[in-house]
């Protein structure tokens, strides 16, 4: 029989997660506290950036199952029929395995297929399989209403309340994790803004305006990884958290967006061009200091012409701009 004060009981501990990543380990712990099975596992559906056709699937890692910063140890979705299976009927799908069954529950949210539970258990128990559909429906809502509060409405990219939360929690795994050298472990922040995006909304309204925005951040999701955080923080100024690179890389990957940009031709605006601001991330840093860094290169790309990467480390070791104090005090010379 269903013991409903249990369930209740986890489904209150799963919603009191305050993201999408926080709500992922929940369920997961929740559906391993509840249910007997040999083996349960969560896999996120994630866009492979080295073949834009492709999805990866992607095992989210419960509490004592750590992988290395930045190794998405996943496969394509494709080489497994089970898998594609499930997500074009987006229902359950069952596989006899030796000495039991293998279930495969899609996971949903926002009217799409996120991820999928995986349990290898004895038999397709009826009273287990109720609990799972009730713990995913529960997530499906929960993850809803998450989404809709973390990211932004126009563009879907995270949003600007989210940003500090985010890079706390990152800076708080590198005092963690030592870099092994390779760039794994080390993180950058970019700032990019749209140049002279202002007369779009004067000259063509803000239709177009919202309408440019919408393609350019299609372009963003493009340009970068899965695992790069992109965060919408103003009107045309955008926010990229880059993993596991070096600064070094981190600019080269930003010039390549840059140029991508520049020759992209937009409708009924034609051309248009970006400055950015980058910044090495430390173990040492808040993300008020980052943030700080990054906006004083942004400001020196954009008062310097426009259209250019401009690293922070590089402009201190140019003598162009003084090292942030904590009190905020150096300015641009």
């Known amino acids: ?5 249990r369930l209740l009981q986890s489904v209150a501990r799963m919603v009191e997660k305050p993201d999408v990543r926080a709500l992922d380990l929940s369920l997961l712990a929740t559906v391993r506290e509840i249910i007997a099975a040999k083996s349960i596992s969560l896999y996120s559906l994630q866009d492979d950036n080295e073949a834009a056709t492709r999805k ?8 004592g199952e750590s992988v290395a910063a930045g190794t998405p140890e996943g496969f394509a979705l494709e080489a497994s029929s089970e898998f594609t299976e499930s997500l074009r009927t987006r229902e359950k799908t069952v596989i006899p395995i030796g000495g039991g069954v ?18 290898e258990c004895e038999k397709d128990d009826p009273h287990d399989q109720e609990i799972v559909s009730i713990l995913l429906a529960f997530y499906k809502n929960y993850a809803s209403l998450l989404h809709d509060s973390q990211r932004d409405e126009l563009t879907g990219l995270l949003n600007r309340k989210i940003f500090d939360e985010r890079a706390l929690q990152l800076i708080a795994s590198m005092r963690s994790i030592k870099p092994t050298g390779d760039g794994a472990g080390e993180y950058c922040l970019a700032l990019i803004d749209i140049d002279h995006f202002k007369t779009v909304n004067d000259q063509l309204g803000h239709l177009v305006g919202d309408e440019t925005l ?23 100024e955008f926010a990229v958290i880059l993993r596991d690179v070096d600064l070094e890389r981190a600019i080269a990957v930003l010039e390549r967006f840059r140029h991508a940009i520049e020759e992209r031709d937009y409708p009924q605006l034609g ?8 910044s090495q991330i430390t173990s040492r840093d808040f993300p008020t200091n980052v943030l700080d860094r990054t906006d ?12 250019q990467v401009c690293a922070h480390e590089h402009l201190v070791a140019e003598g162009k701009l003084n090292v942030v104090q904590r009190d905020m005090d150096a300015e641009l010379f």
């Open 214 to 236: 919408v393609l350019f951040v299609r372009d963003m999701v493009d340009a970068f990884r899965g695992a790069d955080l992109l965060f919408r923080i103003g009107g045309e």
């Open 296 to 307: 004083r290169a942004l400001y020196c790309a954009k008062q310097n012409g426009r259209n």
């Open 102 to 119: 293998r279930i495969i529950h899609p996971i949903k949210a926002k009217g799409n297929v996120v991820g999928f539970l995986v349990l």
């Open 56 to 63: 990866l699937l992607v095992p989210i890692k419960g509490d």
């Open 1 to 5: 029989m269903l013991d409903r004060r």
């Open 271 to 278: 051309r248009m061009t970006v400055s950015v601001g980058v």
